[in-house]
């Protein structure tokens, strides 16, 4: 601080320091809160959304693998992680969809895109990541409650299939500039 007329330390004591005021940018990283880029709603704001959607463009390195262990350990305020590692065994991929345990985290966190849907209510969380070959895949993050429960993560999905998803969706957040 700055010591004025009236605001003259005492004899050997200095001004405290001015508090420092924590910036909006800090405070939104801290909380989670990440504002889309984008809210699309309209059957004509999907199609134009649609026609303009390049998730390859977006998509982020593959992190590095996570065992089951370390998966259980992750995502704080999920309830459902051992049946949700349950169920993707169960499914006649189910050695794939584990090999992409390391993808439902990142894809929670920082997708691409977030479907809502109102009936049945879920949210559908969509990211891209970039494959050491230069292909990109797509992953996808079905989530029930608030993200407190896991439904399914779907990896290496197709175009068509996110299209359809958009189109059925009550309301997407797009998190990518177009």
Request: charged share 30%; hydrophobic share 30%.
């Amino acid at each position: 601080r700055k010591s004025g007329k009236y605001t003259q330390p005492l004899e050997g004591y200095q001004m405290p320091p001015k508090p420092s005021k924590p910036s909006r940018a800090k405070e939104k990283q801290e909380s989670g809160e990440v504002k889309p880029s984008a809210v699309i709603q309209s059957p004509e704001e999907k199609e134009a959304f649609i026609k303009s959607l390049d998730l390859s463009a977006h998509a982020t390195p593959i992190p590095k693998e996570i065992d089951i262990e370390g998966f259980l350990k992750s995502l704080k305020g999920v309830k459902n992680h051992k049946r949700f590692i349950e169920h993707l065994a169960d499914h006649k991929n189910g050695e794939k969809r584990l090999a992409y345990l390391n993808l439902v985290e990142p894809t929670l966190k920082e997708p691409n895109l977030k479907l809502i849907f109102k009936d049945p209510p879920k949210t559908e969380y969509i990211k891209s990541f970039a494959r050491e070959d230069g292909r990109y895949l797509i992953y996808i993050l079905i989530t029930k409650e608030n993200d407190s429960l896991l439904i399914t993560g779907i990896p290496d999905v197709k175009m068509r299939y996110i299209k359809k998803q958009i189109r059925d969706a009550s309301l997407i957040h797009s998190f990518t500039s177009l």
